[in-house]
C-alpha cells in the first residue's frame, strides 16, 4: 500500500508537464517560484538533467500559475473520488460530521439571532453550510475540507452590526457588498498565487490562532447563560449545560479509551455528542423541570429567511459611499478568510494523515471568493473552512488497523494498543451528502424539532467544543509539560530534547501573548481588525523567532503545519520539521541524506517541493525515496516500527492533534 501510495501520488504530477524538456516548459515552471531559495534547490536537481537558467525577480508574477497547475494535479483523480466513495467509512463519517457541523452551527445562529436583531437566523446560517458544502464538495481540489460558519466570522459579523447601525445603512446590504469586494480580493489572491505564502504558515500561527477559537466558543457558552438571569431558569440551565458538557466529555474519553469493543468506541466518540443534545432536549420535560420555562432556539418558517424579506438582498438600496466604505471591512474579512480557510485546509491535511491525492490551496481560495460573493446576495452568514470540523472530517475517513504496542513488554502495560491508518478514503460524497442533509434540516418537521433544543444545552455544546480545541491545542500541550515535575517527564519527550527549558517558558509566552492581544481587540468595537494580528504572527515566526531561538529548538518547538506532499502546492514549507531536526541534531540515522528547510523548494516539474529530506541516491532511486517522504512520511509508518512511537510523541507535543483525541495512535496512559 505504500508504495502505491507514492506511486498514485508522485506519477500524476510530473504528467502535468509531459512532453516538455528541461530548457522549455518545465524550466519556465521552476523559474515561476517565488523564493531566493529556490536556485539552491534547482541547483541540487540540475544533475538529474536540468540546464542552467536565470532566476525570475519575485515581483514578476506568472498570474493564473497556481490555479492553473492545482487543477492539472488534481483534474485526474476527479472521478475517482466519486468512484472511491463506495467504502464503509463514508457512510458513518457523513453522519458523523452532519451532526459536528450543524451543532455549532446552531448555536452560533442563536449569537448572530441575539446581536444582529434577527438579520442572521437558523435558515440562514443552514443554508450558509449548504452553499459551502456543495460547492467545495463538487468542484474543490481539496473536497476533504468541511466549509461552514464560523466562530470569527460571528464576531465580525456582529461588530459591524454595532458599527454600521447607528448610521441607518441598509445592514444586509452592506454586508452584500463587503462580500462582493472580498469576491475580487480573493480573485485578486488566486489568480496573483498569493497561496505560495502559505509555506510559512507553521503551527505556531495556527495554535495562537486554535487558541483563539477555543476561547471564543467557551465566552459564548458564559453568554448564553447569562442571558437567564438569576431565577430558576438560569440554574437549570447552567445545570444541563454542565451536565451537557460531562456526559459528551465522557463519551469522548471512552471513544479513546481501552474499554468496551472497538465498535462500542467508536460509536461512543462519533455519536455521543449528538445523542447527549438529543437526551437533554427531552431531559428538561421530567419531574418538576417540566414547570421551569426554559428559552429555546428560535426557529422561522420552512426555506425562509429568518426577516420579512426574500432571499436576494436588495444591494442596489444602498448609497454610494456606502458601498465604498464597505472595501476596507472586505479588506479585513479576506484577510481573515485567506488565514483561517488556508488554515483549515492545512490541518485537515495534516502530517498525520497518509494522503495520496495532492491538494490545491489556489483553485481553493478562487471558489472561496464565489461563495463569498453569493452568501453576500443572499444574505446569509459567509461561510469558510472549520476548524476543527475539518480535521475531523479527514480522521473519521482514515482506515486503521490495531496492532500491539512494540514497547509495551512488561505485563503491567498489557492490553496497551496503537491504532495505525493504513490510508484515508479520499472522496467527495461524505462532504456533498452533509451538506444536503443540512438542506433537508430547513424542511418544516425537522425545524419544530430543533425548536425544542433549550438555548442551555446550546451552552454546552460551547464548553465541550472549547474544552476539545484546547485538548488538542499546541499550547496546552507545551504549558503541561512545563507545569509537569521534570522526574516524571519521560526522556524520549520531544520537548525535553531543548537543553533550555526557559527557550521553551520563552515560546509559550510569545504564544500567550499573541493570543491575548487577538482575544483583547475583539472585545472592543475594533474587533473586526483582529484578523490583522493573526497574519502578523506569519512575519514573526519568519523573521523575528529565529533571532531568539535556534534552529533546533524551532525545529522541536514548531513544525510545518501540513506534510510537504501537501505543500508541493504551495511550494513547499518553511519550517523544518521536527524529526529532522532531531535526527540531524543526535546523527542517529548515519547515512544518507541533507536536511534542508524546504522553503519554496523545487522541482524540475515546477509545483513540486523534494527539499524537506533529499537522498544521497541518484536517478529514480532518489526520486522514489524523496517521494516517499514528501507523500507523507506516516505512509511508511505502518511498515516500520519506529514510526508508531514518534506519532505518540509527537501526539504528547501537541503536533499531531486537533480537537478530539486521534484515531490513529491509541491513548499512551489507560
Same mark, same amino acid.
Given at each position: ?9 508522485g ?23 517565488? @523564493? ?5 534547490a ?45 467504502d ?5 463519517? @457523513?453522519? #458523523?460530521? #452532519? ?19 434577527m438579520? #442572521?437566523?437558523?435558515? +440562514? ?7 459551502? %458544502? ?5 468542484l %474543490? ?8 460558519v464560523?466562530?470569527p ?46 509555506? #510559512?504558515?507553521?503551527?505556531f ?14 465566552? *459564548? ?5 447569562e ?19 460531562m ?5 469522548? +474519553? ?14 461512543l *466518540? ?6 447527549t ?9 421530567f ?14 418558517? $420552512? ?9 436576494l438582498v ?11 466604505? %464597505? ?47 453569493? $452568501?453576500?446576495?443572499l444574505?446569509v452568514p ?6 476543527p ?17 512494540a ?5 503491567e502495560? *498489557? ?41 442551555a ?5 460551547f ?12 499550547i496546552?500541550? *507545551? ?5 509537569r ?21 520563552a ?19 475594533a ?15 519568519a523573521?523575528v ?63 513540486e ?11 529514480s532511486g ?8 514528501? $507523500? ?5 509508518? +505502518?511498515? +516500520? ?19 478530539q ?10
Open positions: 500500500m505504500h508504495s502505491s501510495g507514492a506511486s498514485r501520488g506519477t500524476t504530477e510530473p504528467g502535468a508537464g509531459a512532453g516538455a524538456s528541461p530548457s522549455g516548459k518545465m524550466r519556465r515552471w521552476v523559474n515561476s517560484l517565488l @523564493t531566493s531559495r529556490n536556485s539552491a534547482v541547483d541540487h536537481h540540475s544533475s538529474r538533467g536540468a540546464t542552467g537558467h536565470k532566476t525570475e525577480s519575485w515581483w514578476k508574477i506568472r498570474l493564473f500559475r497556481g490555479m492553473v497547475n492545482d487543477l492539472r494535479r488534481r483534474a485526474p483523480y476527479y472521478w475517482s473520488d466519486w468512484r472511491d466513495a463506495w464503509y467509512r463514508v457512510v458513518p463519517s @457523513t453522519v #458523523y460530521m #452532519y451532526f459536528a457541523n450543524i451543532l455549532p452551527a446552531l448555536a452560533f445562529s442563536l449569537d448572530m439571532f441575539t446581536k444582529t436583531n438579520q #442572521y437566523g437558523v435558515n +440562514e446560517v443552514l443554508l450558509a453550510s449548504v452553499l459551502g %458544502a456543495v460547492v467545495f464538495a463538487v %474543490a481540489c481539496q473536497p476533504l475540507v468541511i466549509v461552514g464560523t466562530g466570522i460571528t464576531v465580525f459579523n456582529y461588530t459591524v452590526y454595532d458599527i454600521m447601525t447607528p448610521t441607518e445603512t441598509n445592514y444586509l446590504a452592506f454586508m452584500c457588498w463587503i462580500g462582493l469586494w472580498s469576491l475580487v480580493f480573493h480573485w485578486i489572491l488566486a489568480i496573483t498565487n498569493s497561496c505560495n505564502w502559505l509555506r #510559512y504558515v507553521t503551527r500561527p495556527c495554535d495562537i490562532f486554535g487558541f483563539y477559537v477555543a476561547f471564543i466558543y467557551l465566552q *459564548k457558552g458564559i453568554q448564553v447563560l442571558r437567564f438571569g438569576d431565577e430558576a431558569p438560569f440554574y437549570l440551565s447552567v445545570m444541563v449545560a454542565l451536565l451537557v458538557f456526559i459528551a466529555y465522557a463519551c469522548g +474519553e471512552l471513544g479513546g479509551s481501552a474499554l468496551f469493543r472497538h465498535p462500542v468506541r467508536v460509536f *466518540k462519533d455519536y455521543g455528542t449528538p445523542l443534545v438529543v437526551f437533554f432536549t427531552g431531559f428538561v420535560h419531574g418538576r423541570m417540566k414547570t421551569v420555562e426554559l428559552e429555546r432556539l428560535p426557529t422561522s418558517a $420552512a426555506f425562509f429567511p429568518t426577516a420579512d424579506r426574500d432571499w436588495d444591494f442596489w438600496n444602498i448609497s454610494v459611499g456606502d458601498v465604498f466604505i %464597505a472595501i476596507p471591512f472586505a479588506v479585513l474579512l479576506t484577510i481573515l478568510f485567506y488565514f483561517d480557510h488556508n488554515v483549515s485546509s492545512l490541518i485537515a491535511q495534516g502530517t498525520e494523515f497518509p494522503l495520496r491525492k495532492p491538494a490545491g490551496f489556489h483553485w481553493d481560495l478562487f471558489l472561496l471568493g464565489l461563495t463569498t460573493g453569493v $452568501a453576500g446576495i444574505g459567509f461561510p469558510n473552512g472549520l476548524i470540523q475539518a480535521p475531523f472530517h479527514t480522521e473519521s475517513l482514515c482506515v486503521t488497523k490495531v496492532e500491539a504496542d514497547e509495551e513488554n512488561n505485563g502495560a *498489557k492490553g496497551h494498543y496503537v491504532l495505525k491508518r493504513t490510508h484515508v478514503v479520499e472522496q467527495r460524497v461524505s462532504n456533498l451528502a452533509q451538506g444536503l442533509l443540512t438542506l433537508g434540516t430547513m424542511t418544516g418537521p425537522l425545524l419544530v424539532v430543533l425548536h425544542l433544543i433549550p438555548q444545552v446550546l451552552a454546552g455544546l464548553f465541550i467544543m472549547g474544552y476539545q480545541a484546547l485538548e488538542g491545542n499546541g496546552t500541550a *507545551k504549558l503541561l509539560f512545563l507545569l515535575d521534570h522526574t516524571l517527564t519521560p526522556g524520549g519527550h520531544p520537548l525535553a530534547q531543548i537543553p533550555r527549558r526557559a527557550a521553551v517558558w515560546f509559550v509566552l510569545i504564544e500567550l501573548f499573541a493570543f491575548g492581544a487577538t482575544f483583547a481587540i475583539t472585545q472592543t468595537v474587533a473586526v481588525g483582529f484578523p490583522i494580528i493573526i497574519l502578523a504572527l506569519i512575519p514573526v515566526r523573521m523567532l529565529p533571532r531568539v531561538f535556534t534552529p533546533h529548538e524551532l525545529g522541536i518547538l514548531d513544525a510545518p503545519t501540513a506534510s510537504p506532499f501537501t505543500m508541493e502546492s504551495v511550494g513547499g514549507s518553511y519550517a523544518t520539521p521536527a524529526a529532522a531536526v532531531r535526527e540531524g541534531a543526535s546523527d542517529r540515522h548515519g547515512g544518507g541524506g541533507v536536511v534542508g528547510s524546504g522553503e519554496g523548494d523545487a522541482t524540475e516539474n515546477g509545483s517541493s523534494d527539499g524537506v529530506v533529499l537522498s544521497a541516491d541518484n536517478d532518489e526520486r522514489r525515496k524523496s517521494r516517499e517522504v514528501l $507523500a507523507e512520511e506516516g505512509r511508511g509508518r +505502518e511498515v +516500520e516500527d519506529g514510526g508508531a512511537h514518534e506519532a505518540i510523541e509527537m501526539s504528547r507535543l501537541g503536533v499531531n492533534r486537533r480537537g483525541a486521534s484515531r490513529s495512535v491509541g491513548r499512551e496512559d489507560s
